[in-house]
């Protein structure tokens, strides 16, 4: 039997490209997600049929913790327990600042890093039980240095899992690793509104000129994950190309 992973927010985006890498290397795959039941049911048939491997596919809120709680339950009886924690479920309630509400930020909060914790603290008994566990969060450089007041809650919710990240580092070491991973511009459904002007003045400030795929995010938790890791831990690791100076 392989590595049990779980993957908030699994069934699209960054977080569906994880799900295939990982599968593809034959890590059993617990797909989370909340709203996208028809994308994680078929990419749920997709991994089975295409990398014979164990997964499930578990709708849950993780910013609710009887939720949380609940899917891990599920996972344990189901799979023996998860053993690796991408922490990628996210939302971007992009507005004006001047137009933003409490009840916005309060949600950003709630889902981005109540949801990290919530997920992290239910899977960390099982993994020190047996001396072995891997936590990813997905941040981003806008937790860092890259700052857009109308993603004034969402940047806020980045810095705070870096934090988080630190902080469950130091608390579960050293048998469980815990890792940050601050993707830039990243090509996902969350851009899909972005006007072309926008999108070629970020580009030119990337050494690269172009934003990321999701499957480069991938490569990097499957590096992470991996043995080929094993000296890394508590660090932050940019994604994105390379920032002009």
Known sequence: ???????????????RAIALELAKNQYDIVINYLTSNQEAE???????????????????DVSKEDQVEKMIQEIDKRLGGVDILINNAGI?????FHLKTADEFRKTLDVNVVGAYNCSKSVSAHMLKQDYGRIINISSTNGMNTYYPMCIDYDASKAGLISLSNNLANYL??????????????????NKNLDKEFINKEENKILLGRFGNPNEVAELVFFLVSD??????????RIDGGKKC
């Open 1 to 15: 039997m392989g590595k049990v992973v779980l993957i908030t927010g699994g069934a699209k985006g960054i977080g």
């Open 42 to 60: 078929c990419l749920k048939e997709h991994i089975i049929q295409q990398y014979h491997v164990r997964c499930l596919a578990l709708k849950a």
């Open 92 to 96: 971007d309630l992009s507005n004006l």
């Open 173 to 190: 070491a050293p048998y469980v690793r815990v890792n940050t991973i601050c993707p830039g511009w990243i090509n996902t459904n969350m």
């Open 228 to 237: 080929n890791a094993s000296y890394i831990n508590n660090s932050i690791i």
